[in-house]
């Protein structure tokens, strides 16, 4: 994707900087400087993405802070040509993994580590986690401003009907969860198989379950081949899910709307999705899905990888230009929307879950909300998003390899050894 998160990043950080009762950034007296912010923001975000550039300018005497808006594709091809014409905004939003590395390489974004480093009381602040994912040889150089991960989410009652009385913890056990459940006449699992990106998860968590965390960074560093043992078995066991008849018919031409439209009306027990979806669950007419909903962690397989090792994270970013002016206030801008104060207003406004450490008032939220705030510090391990990992071009030939192998065109074994072949034929 970026999946259905890219505006919601953007959002996230616009209600957290607006929040009332947050603390406005330090007065500054740098007259005539701009600020220049590209931003995905929009619908409810975009208001208040501006009113925070609005506040900003009234604690910064004589700063102008200017916003352009546009969509998420668009920001990615201004981006591409300020890499080129060697004029990147002061402020940009931007992703890690396969997106971040051409920044960095070019020099296009300021290492923000001595900032950090030197604000220690936003910095703890700060989940222990959040900048691994856009830390470069040890430079920070960029800020999340979400955190979302992937889960599966389960309907309780559906779960009862089948006689499952706890949700699976082991892949045996969520072999045996999909027979029960067909057994009782349930689509076990619904699935987006159009997108390539909702498959892709399966494949990603069984092998980091197989192969633990760092596999797959491994793998990208050219440390571990494509077709080492844990790949070729987290092939094997996303065929094995699918010949079981975990997902519904049909599913390679589902799309992402008529997927999760399965699980919310009950035709579906189970569903790998991003925790965005507790907003979605919350905010529907029928209060009787959210109470059904349960979460839980993705099974373990025996091998190196557990349940502290997640697909997601923080995720989205922003990012201050190596060419801006005036880091430093640059730097209170980003620092002034990722503070944890701000953040725990926004997570109870948006349910959205933060790369903080924040407190929230859970009279105020859904219990499935409150617990996955809960269990978010304990995550330790985090992979991004496999089209977020890959390159485009390389991530469009896994695709189209790993649906080849989900009709059983190809085999597992198969689908890895001709995407090591590309790899090593395209490297990045």
Not at 46 to 69: M, P
Not at 317 to 345: H, M, N, Q
């Amino acid at each position: 994707m970026i999946r259905k998160v890219a505006a919601a990043v953007l959002t996230a950080m616009a209600l957290a900087a607006c929040a009332p009762g947050g603390t406005a950034p330090a007065p500054s007296a740098q007259d005539g400087s701009t600020l220049t912010i590209w931003t995905t923001a929009n619908g409810p975000g975009k208001e208040l993405f501006t009113a925070y550039g609005s506040e900003f300018e009234r604690s910064h005497r004589g700063v102008k802070v200017n916003i352009l808006y546009m969509a998420d594709a668009d920001v990615k091809q201004k981006v591409q040509a300020a890499l080129v014409a060697k004029n990147l905004p002061e402020i940009v939003a931007w992703y890690g993994g396969s997106f971040l590395t051409p920044l960095v390489e070019a020099g296009a974004l300021a290492d923000l580590t001595p900032h950090i480093e030197a604000d220690g009381k936003w910095r703890e602040g700060m989940l222990p986690h959040a900048f691994d994912n856009y830390t470069v040889n040890g430079k920070i150089y960029m800020v999340p401003t979400e955190s979302p991960i992937v889960q599966l989410f389960y309907n309780k009652d559906l779960f009862t009907r089948a006689g499952i009385a706890r949700p699976p913890a082991t892949f045996d056990e969520l072999l045996e969860a999909i027979g029960k459940l067909k057994a009782a006449g349930i689509t076990p699992v619904t699935l987006d198989g159009k997108d390539g990106w909702p498959l892709q998860e399966w494949f990603t968590y069984f092998a980091m379950r197989d192969g633990g965390a760092n596999l797959i960074h491994d793998a990208m560093a050219g440390k571990v081949a494509w077709t080492a043992e844990p790949f070729v078995q987290a092939a094997r066991r996303t065929k094995q899910v699918i010949d079981a008849g975990a997902f519904q018919k049909g599913h390679m031409g589902t799309g992402y709307d008529e997927a999760m439209a399965n699980f919310y009306g009950g035709r579906a027990a189970m569903v790998l999705s991003g925790t965005w979806i507790t907003s979605s669950l919350t905010a529907t007419e029928n209060k009787e899905i959210l109470a059904r909903t349960g979460v839980f962690d993705f099974p373990t397989t025996g091998g190196p990888g557990t349940v502290a090792d997640v697909q997601g994270g923080p995720n989205g970013a922003l990012g201050v230009s190596a060419s801006a002016p005036d880091k430093a206030l640059a730097w209170e801008f980003v620092k002034g929307a990722t503070s944890a104060e701000l953040a725990g207003k926004l997570a109870e406004q948006a349910l959205l879950l933060m790369p903080n450490k924040v407190t929230i008032d859970k009279a105020k939220t859904p219990d499935l909300f409150d617990e996955l705030v809960d269990k978010l510090p304990g995550y330790t391990g985090y992979n991004l998003f496999w089209n977020e990992i890959l390159p485009p071009r390389h991530n469009t030939e896994f695709t189209n390899l790993q649906n080849s192998m989900a009709i059983g065109e190809i085999t597992p074994e198969r689908m890895m050894s001709d995407f090591a072949a590309y790899m090593k034929a395209h490297p990045a």
